[in-house]
């Protein structure tokens, strides 16, 4: 969590700082801050509220100079205040920090005997501890704190009589640099950097970055230079813009069908997947006999449809796993387990420490990634990139609909591999999923629809999702989406498992969304549905559209095209994702940044 930026160049600093920190906002944004260093000494601006809070609060300021660093924070130590914001100085060091320093107790005992803070951080401890090491030689001081720091970070440090130079080093927290002819650039995401250039590099674990207005260079903990591995981004700052549309979320939603053809084309030849362009070699899906799909939160939802799918095809047994349970229930892994690690940003900290954990016990591990040069991606045996683009809005959508492609994908080249499918059968398989996008472009133009029944939700309390086998899958990610952006209290039911307990809380009125796409349930759903109508649910009902369905149990009724079961998520997904939309936007609600959420979350 938290978003950083750090320049040095021959710009004005604070505008830099400032319009990176609006691409990072997605990071963090309960309080913002920049420090800007000149001939005259460093200073420094903060305030709780978003980055716009603080662009009105320095606009009548003057920052000289063209070396600085900025924050936006989501708040882990200490709560939001303007003390706890970053930067923060202490003695002859202004720093900024993302993530979380465990043993500031002990640091802080060590080193801070007389002094005292002025904030509630565990930064700013941080910051008294390379004070306390500061001898006038910067690097150095960084190669002794970091013996003493633990936990995970990303340090901006700046330190006085070191003029336009801004030092960086990470630990777990993820930081990427570049260099471009208006300065030397770092920051937490490569979006706040593409308005320079799209050639980067990730600052490895155990390096130090020095940004100076003529250079950039990496030093390891020895003080030898190190060359970066640079990375290209395939999009623009077009990419990472509203385009005229009111929220990231609605253009992302609207992103998906090039997302899905991005990340499927790239791996089709002649109508059969084919991971030779990801280096993903078959072995790897002959020699296991079971796989564990682990994530966290949306992208853990893909999984519990991707379990479906494999289950369906290969017959191999795949447990989905919350990442963050995943790591502490000694997991039954060995060398013949297939781990799928999914995540968007590749960054969130229980899959990574996971998939650290799979590693570990011998399994192979294979990421689903949409963040190119991510932890996770780097880290993973394998890595399978989905090519959404740039998901900004804290809710996940066109990722989601991507980790399904990339599923469907693996599910379809295992079952070949495994001798459970053939070539034609792929060919029918491919026709079908290219089908579900087809199928997923007309589930957008029931936008208007959507938008006008979402009014029957925008004053409810609580509201329950229901569905059976792939359907409950859906549920639990329509349920989320809801509940994150419009804070409706929502739950997710596989539709059978009602009437043992949750019943008793549907009575007049009360939204029930019931996912109804799965032929081989149907009968049984419709059942489940006349329960709830019966106790005055008011039911909005999701069906294929050849698929009956009485009047008398549902109030509104939408529908997808005709497709085998397992193809129907993608263009499901999208219904849910406009009825989320849609009831945030009613309920005048910030969509893209809802409270208490950040995008990434690296922290435990
Ligand atoms: O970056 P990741 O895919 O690893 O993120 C996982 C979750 O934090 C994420 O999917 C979260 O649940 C979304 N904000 C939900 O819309």
Redesign the pocket.
């Known amino acids: 969590m938290c978003g950083i930026i750090g320049f040095s160049g021959n710009l004005e600093a604070a505008p830099v700082l400032v319009a990176g920190l609006e691409q990072l906002e997605y990071r963090g944004y309960d309080s913002a801050g920049i420090a800007v260093q000149s001939a005259k000494g460093v200073k420094t601006a903060k305030t709780v509220g978003n980055v716009s809070v603080l662009k009105e609060k320095i606009k009548e300021e003057t920052f000289e100079g063209s070396c600085g660093i900025g924050h936006t924070r989501w708040a882990t130590h200490g709560g939001v205040s303007e003390e706890n914001a970053h930067p923060h100085r202490f003695g002859k060091v202004t720093l900024i920090h993302n993530g979380i320093i465990e043993n500031y107790k002990e640091i802080w005992e060590e080193y801070g005997a007389g002094k005292t803070l002025a904030s509630q951080t565990d930064t700013e401890i941080a910051a008294a501890l390379f004070d306390a090491l500061y001898e006038g030689k910067p690097e150095e001081t960084i190669r002794k704190a970091v013996k003493l720091l633990e936990g995970s970070y990303a340090f901006c440090i700046m330190f006085e009589g070191v003029p336009d130079t801004v030092y960086c080093i990470r630990k777990v927290s993820p930081l990427v640099a570049a260099r471009a002819k208006e300065g030397s650039f770092v920051a937490s995401d490569v979006t706040a950097l593409i308005a320079y250039t799209q050639d980067y590099f990730v600052l490895p674990e155990d390096t130090i970055l020095v940004l100076k207005k003529e250079e950039l260079y990496l030093e390891d903990l020895q003080g030898r230079r190190v060359e970066p591995e640079m990375l290209h981004v395939n999009w623009d700052t077009t990419a990472a813009q509203k385009n005229g549309y009111p929220h990231y979320m609605i253009k992302e939603i609207h992103e998906q069908p090039e997302a899905l053809h991005n990340t499927i084309a790239p791996r089709m030849k002649a109508g059969i997947p084919d991971f030779e362009v990801d280096k993903i070699p078959d072995r790897i899906f002959k020699e296991i006999n079971q796989i564990k799909i682990v ?5 853990m939802h893909a999984g519990m449809v991707g379990k479906v799918l494999i289950e369906k095809r290969v017959r191999i047994p795949v447990a989905v796993e919350i990442a963050s349970e995943f790591r502490y229930q000694n997991p039954i892994i060995d060398e013949k387990t297939l781990v799928i690690v ?7 900290i229980d ?1 990574l420490a996971s998939l650290r954990l799979a590693k570990s016990e011998g399994a192979c591990t294979l990421g689903i990634v949409n963040v190119k040069g991510s932890t996770i991606a780097r880290e993973s045996d394998y890595v399978l990139y989905t090519h959404a683009g740039p998901e900004i809005a ?3 959508t066109k ?1 989601y609909t991507v980790q399904i492609a990339a599923l469907v994908m693996l599910a379809m080249r295992m079952a070949y591999v495994r001798g459970k499918l053939d070539e034609a059968g792929m060919k029918k398989d491919y026709e079908l999923l290219k089908s579900s996008v087809e199928a997923l472009k007309l589930s957008l133009t029931l936008e208007e629809t959507i938008k006008e029944l979402t009014y029957a939700l925008t004053d409810k309390e609580d509201l329950f999702f229901i569905g059976r086998g792939i359907d409950y899958a859906l549920s639990c990610e329509g349920s ?2 809801l509940k ?1 952006i419009s804070y409706i209290h929502s739950e997710a039911y596989a539709a059978g498992e009602l009437k043992h307990g949750t019943i008793s809380l549907i009575t007049e009125g009360v939204p029930v969304i019931a996912i109804a796409t799965q032929e081989s349930v149907y009968a049984k759903m419709i059942s489940n549905i006349r329960e709830v109508k019966a106790r005055g649910a008011l039911v909005i009902l999701i069906t294929q559209e050849d698929m009956e369905a009485e009047e008398a149990i549902y109030d509104y009724h939408l529908t997808i095209p005709k497709l085998p079961d397992e193809f129907t998520p993608i263009p499901t997904a999208v219904i849910l994702q406009l009825i989320a939309y849609y009831t945030s936007v009613h309920r005048g609600l910030n969509v893209d940044q809802p409270r208490n ?1 950040a ?3 690296t922290v435990e």
Not at 295 to 299: D, I, M, V
Not at 342 to 348: D, F, L, N, P, R
């Open positions: 994530a966290c939160g949306t992208a999914i995540s968007q940003s590749g960054e969130t899959t804290v809710a996940s990722a989320i989406k994150e959420l995008k990434s979350v």
